[in-house]
């Protein structure tokens, strides 16, 4: 059964890495598609690093959550447990996450080290979930591990898999609906037990967005911005 309330649409987005304005736009897409119909936004993690504007994402996203904290749901990517570890251990990885994006993120809230990100925003960014089951999908960042149940999915699997994931024909729990592996050709990857919204927006592609009914597994469209 799902747990999708039956009079509203859920829409997941795909990895958004800084790119506020895309964002927005899909947002403002989502709006004027909906029409002031009840909707659930569903984050599949990596807010920032490498695109012009984090600080922006995150304060945007920030916000959401505030004004409907029973309908915006941010899960945690690769990319936000990446800072975090930097925060925690700048000797050890914050190095590594500069160079994994993290640079572009320091320089969007003007500081130079992880430890001088707002501390609000390390607050939201540890409270971030690992993935959200709605009975009949089950959104995460990466993917999961084939040959586990949905609950025995370990935190590093749902931030940071892809093989044997990806190439997997298996028919799953929950359709998966999931980021982190950019498609460059700039449309989802839609197969019949997962479905992957990192369209590259970060890289020249679009941000995209698929919705969601409490009736069926499969979604009912895909905007982007």
């Known amino acids: 059964m799902s ?8 829409y997941a ?11 927005n736009r899909l947002l403002d897409r989502i709006a004027e598609e909906t029409a002031g119909k009840p909707v659930r936004l569903i984050f599949l993690g990596d807010y920032i690093d490498r695109g012009p504007d984090s600080r922006g994402v995150i304060e945007r996203l920030m916000t959401l959550q505030r004004e409907r904290p029973d309908d915006v749901i941010c899960l945690r990517g690769n990319h936000e447990a990446m800072a975090l570890a930097a925060v925690a251990s700048p000797d050890d990885y914050e190095e590594y996450w500069r160079a994994n994006g993290g640079a572009a993120t320091l320089t969007s809230f003007g500081v130079f080290h992880a430890r001088e990100l707002p501390q609000d925003v390390v607050a939201w960014m540890e409270t971030l979930l690992y993935a959200y089951d709605d009975g009949l999908h089950y959104f ?51 197969r019949s037990n997962r479905i992957n919204l990192d369209t590259g ?13 409490a009736d069926r597994r499969e979604p009912i469209a895909f905007l982007t911005d």
Not at 13 to 23: A, E, T
Not at 201 to 213: D, E, K, R, S
Request: charged content about 20%.
């Open 13 to 23: 987005i795909g990895d958004i890495h800084g790119c506020l304005v895309k964002m």
């Open 140 to 190: 995460v960042h990466a993917g999961i591990d084939p040959s586990k149940p949905l609950t025995e999915q370990t935190e590093h699997d749902r931030i940071w898999i892809r093989e044997p994931f990806l190439s997997s024909k298996a028919s799953f729990e929950r359709l998966i609906v999931h980021g982190h592996t950019p498609q460059m050709t700039a449309k989802p990857d839609v």
């Open 201 to 213: 927006a970060v890289y020249g592609g679009p941000l995209t967005a698929a919705a969601f009914t």
């Open 3 to 10: 747990n999708i309330d039956a009079s509203l649409t859920a």
